[in-house]
């Protein structure tokens, strides 16, 4: 089924560990985001890509990185992992013109 | 820059009741409108958006919303809820064209929580 793909759905990190949420989208589409989700704060802007090589800063980017290599992936790093990351993680894409984001399913990740 | 202002943070109705969800918006240039729901544990679905055009815009499952340019709002309706309703709704906004265009802007989310 077309759409966006985040692996894993669940993730348990420790303090200090680093790791790779993954994101790949089958839609050819140019634009790609990643939200992070707490609760009564809405989605918030991490990251986003308007295109292959090109990524730009959204309104919460500390301690995470990303990179766009291929139109298809979009993988969120977190460099060093902090309690204050423990949320739930949303990959979403768009093509120029379109008329609605596609959300993935989601990555719930716990930093203890 | 662009923000989004839910004025209710839960709405709880009765089944077969009306229900209105009000979103404010905030923006010093056109944008586009929509609103997604998220059911428990699952990601976010589109349920209408605003371009361009008519202000009433219908969606799926029975929803419509109406845009209001000069108040600033996109509120969300549905004549009689279902229980299957329940969950939390989202107001976002994303600037029409330009090098902004890509950043969706969501409001704090709402929870509808429809009781029989």
């Known amino acids: 089924n077309a759409g966006v793909t985040q692996t894993p759905k669940f993730q348990v990190l420790k303090t200090g560990q680093s790791m790779t949420l993954q994101c790949a989208q089958d839609m050819n589409h140019e634009y790609m985001s990643w939200y992070r989700q707490d609760p009564g704060m809405g989605l918030r802007l991490i990251h986003y890509s308007v295109g292959a090589g090109i990524t730009d800063q959204g309104e919460v980017p500390n301690g995470y990185n990303v990179s766009r290599s291929t139109t298809e992936d979009f993988p969120l790093r977190l460099l060093s992992a902090a309690p204050s990351q423990t949320s739930v993680y949303f990959c979403a894409s768009i093509r120029p013109g379109g008329r609605g984001y596609t959300f993935g399913s989601g990555t719930r990740l716990t930093v203890v | 820059a662009q923000s989004v202002t839910q004025l209710d943070s839960q709405v709880p109705v009765f089944e077969e009741a009306p229900v209105e969800l009000r979103c404010n918006y905030s923006?010093?240039?056109?944008?586009?409108l929509f609103w997604y729901v998220q059911y428990p544990n699952q990601g976010l679905q589109l349920l209408l958006k605003?371009?361009?055009?008519?202000?009433l815009v219908k969606g799926i499952n029975g929803f419509e919303a109406e845009f209001n340019k000069s108040q600033t709002s996109f509120h969300l309706r549905k004549p009689s809820v279902h229980i299957s309703d329940t969950a939390e709704y989202f107001c976002?906004?994303?600037?029409?064209?330009?090098?902004?265009?890509?950043?969706?802007?969501f409001g704090q989310g709402t929870i509808l929580t429809v009781h029989p």
């Open positions: 976002a906004v994303i600037v029409a064209g330009g090098t902004s265009y890509g950043k969706l802007t």
């Open positions: 605003y371009l361009s055009g008519s202000t």
């Open positions: 923006s010093s240039v056109s944008v586009y």
